[in-house]
């Protein structure tokens, strides 16, 4: 059993920056897929990008370049490196863990969910 606690959102102008962790407890979680997902008010949770446990990525298409994925294993923490942020990419973000060792982008391929950080970006 895992449980994730997700931080570093906070409110940023257009094109800075922000870094957004993700702490797991519970036990290991080294082979397991993590992904990060979003969602703005009024919007359906939507996939940001996900990492397997050989550490591939894979970025929807909106944060591709902009966004970067990593994991720290020794401290069973996952970040988001988030650049050149837009007004568009205010949400809560959410970490999660997948149920295999891939990632994908259904929100039904993960099985433990975080609380969300707000990440707000003004224009």
């Known amino acids: 059993q895992v449980q994730l606690v997700e931080s570093g959102g906070g409110l940023v102008q257009a094109g800075g920056s922000l870094r957004l962790s993700c702490a797991a407890s519970?036990?290991?979680?080294?082979?397991?897929?993590m992904g990060w997902f979003r969602q703005a008010p009024g919007k359906e949770r939507e996939f940001v990008v996900g990492?397997?446990?050989?550490?591939?990525?894979y970025y929807a298409e909106s944060v591709k370049g902009r966004f970067t994925i990593s994991r720290d294993n020794a401290k069973n923490t996952v970040y988001l490196q988030m650049n050149s942020l837009k007004p568009e990419d205010t949400a809560v973000y959410y970490c999660?863990?997948?149920?295999?060792?891939?990632?994908?982008?259904?929100?039904?391929?993960?099985?433990?969910w975080g609380q969300g950080t707000q990440v707000t970006v003004s224009s």
């Open positions: 519970g036990r290991a979680f080294t082979s397991y897929a």
């Open positions: 990492i397997n446990w050989s550490g591939s990525t």
């Open positions: 999660a863990k997948a149920r295999s060792y891939t990632s994908g982008r259904y929100e039904s391929q993960y099985d433990a």
